[in-house]
């Protein structure tokens, strides 16, 4: 791992508990540039691959914007219930986790479905790709009726399964798909209006000038 890393996390199907033998083991992560990499002309990448395989890290900075505008991948890291690596500011940023939400995610988790449904023949569905849309939308309906994600999925995990094997017609899962936009659209939601970007940028300035 780098030295660099303030949170790293396990996602993908391990997290959701949807792992099967052949599963990877998808790894999302924070790192922090150093401030004076800010001075430059050039400024420190916003994200990185590696050095893992299926390892994948956002620069501090763009990472609590994308948790500002309720990105599902992004919020989804923060209530991993793998974590790998945290350090000080890492442990910051999960108890910050509340403060990056809104209302606004009630939008962005049935658009992200919206995408992938959109993407997925009926004829010849990609059945892994069917089976994370429905899951997309579980966590998001759980988020807006808990004020968390539904990382893992418990009790749904053996009809995701069956969507992933191909053993539910595409008709039912394309009517659970429906139920669930209805459900996500139609229910009132527990998050605030606004995400708490007072807070985020406390933390942010903090994590800067400790890296000075």
């Not at 997309?136 to 094997?165: D, Q």
């Not at 139920?179 to 300035?205: H, K």
Request: charged share 25%.
């Amino acid at each position: 791992m780098s030295d660099d890393l303030i949170l790293s996390v396990v996602m993908g199907s391990r997290a959701y508990g949807l792992e099967t033998e052949d599963s990877d083991t998808d790894r999302r992560g924070v790192f922090v540039a150093p401030t004076a990499a800010f001075w430059r002309l050039e400024k420190p990448p916003t994200h990185r691959d590696g050095p893992l395989p299926e390892q994948f890290s956002w620069e501090v900075e763009r990472f609590c914007g994308l948790a500002l505008e309720a990105n599902p991948t992004v919020l989804e890291c923060l209530w991993s219930p793998v974590v790998e690596v945290i350090t000080p500011a890492g442990r910051q940023l999960r108890e910050l986790r509340t403060a990056f939400l809104s209302q606004r995610a009630q939008r962005s988790f049935a658009g992200y479905a919206e995408d992938q449904f959109r993407r997925i023949d009926p004829a010849a569905p990609k059945w892994k790709q069917a089976m994370h849309m429905v899951r997309l939308l579980l966590s998001g309906l759980h988020l807006v009726r808990h004020g968390e994600p539904l990382v893992r999925v418990g009790p749904h995990r053996e009809r995701l399964l069956a969507i992933r094997r191909g053993a539910l017609p595409w008709t039912e899962v394309d009517a659970w798909r429906a139920a669930l936009v209805a459900e996500l659209t139609a229910t009132p939601s527990v998050l605030p209006a606004r995400p708490d970007r007072d807070r985020v940028e406390d933390f942010l300035i903090g994590v800067r000038k400790e890296n000075l």
